[in-house]
């Protein structure tokens, strides 16, 4: 029904090919590639994809300070708008069909001009860069991030309001289960109101540790999407307790954290998609 991937930043500075290998291992289907197309070899990806048999499921943008595309600041904002394109060349390359974005980037706890300005900053370079994923058939997926994290875009509610502004088929909605935690007062309701943009998925417990280790109501959120008729993939985005998720990038947790939070999330996960299949 669903396919089932990770994203793989979240292994920090580990080499592909040792991830990979984990995702063969316990069952995955493919794997979420960051946002950096400069500093990968495309083609070296391409072939470790094709020797563990694993797709490359979608590309998650990395929004740092200078990847800003609300920025008022017009040098700042053009160069996030040619990222995001460039994230897109990148799935293209490798066959994936969603690039996430962030409208505002993580660690901007406000506007440096005004809300309203930076909002309808933010619509206009979706739009550019929304069409130019249009043009070559990806879907671009807005990310709400928790209000501790960034500003602009907090609940699905507001990035369904994003959406619906700029207005381009292309551009979506994705729902990370561990910033509706913070931000939501219901995973049901908040998923049925996005219901027709929803592109994307991504899985952690509400302590950002792999579902099922703590309180999330997994099977209430999953029993949602069967009833939504959601038929995207479903990407597994734990880490460990840092106040900058990119700080995780940049650790070195040990492989058998990683061996046993990526066979918790799926195993977790695949258990309760059966039961409501039954």
């Known amino acids: ?26 069952g995955y289907d493919g794997v979420e590639l960051a946002g950096e197309p400069d500093k990968m070899d495309l083609g070296v990806v391409q072939s470790l994809l094709s020797k563990y048999g694993l797709a490359c499921t979608s590309i998650c943008g990395i929004y740092t300070l200078d990847r800003d595309l609300s920025s008022p600041n017009v040098e700042i904002r053009s160069h996030a708008v040619q990222y995001v394109k460039a994230c897109v060349d990148m799935a293209v390359q490798l066959g994936a069909s969603v690039v996430i974005v962030v409208p505002s980037p993580v660690g901007k706890s406000g506007p440096d001009s005004t809300y309203k300005e930076e909002w309808k900053l933010a619509v206009s370079s979706l739009q550019e860069a929304g069409a130019y994923a249009e043009s070559k058939n990806i879907v671009l997926a807005i990310e709400a991030l928790n209000r501790f994290e960034t500003y602009l875009v907090n609940t699905l509610s507001a990035a369904k309001q994003l959406a619906q502004e700029v207005d381009q088929s292309s551009v979506r909605i994705m729902a990370d289960l561990f910033h509706m935690n913070i931000e939501e007062r219901s995973h049901r309701s908040a998923l ?6 929803l592109a994307h998925i991504h899985i952690a417990d509400n302590t950002r540790e792999a579902a099922g280790l703590g309180q999330t109501n997994f099977e209430d959120v999953f029993r949602t999407l069967q009833e939504l008729g959601y038929q995207g993939c479903i990407t597994m985005e734990f880490m460990p307790p840092v106040s900058n998720p990119y700080m995780t990038a940049q650790q070195s947790e040990s492989s058998a954290l990683h061996d046993r939070y990526t066979q918790q999330s799926i195993y977790h996960i695949k258990g309760i998609v059966r039961a409501l299949m039954k």
């Open 1 to 26: 029904m669903y396919s089932y991937s990770v994203t793989q930043w979240i292994y920090g500075n580990e080499d592909l090919e040792t991830s990979l290998v984990r995702l063969k291992k316990y």
């Open 192 to 197: 049925q109101n996005i219901a027709p943009y």
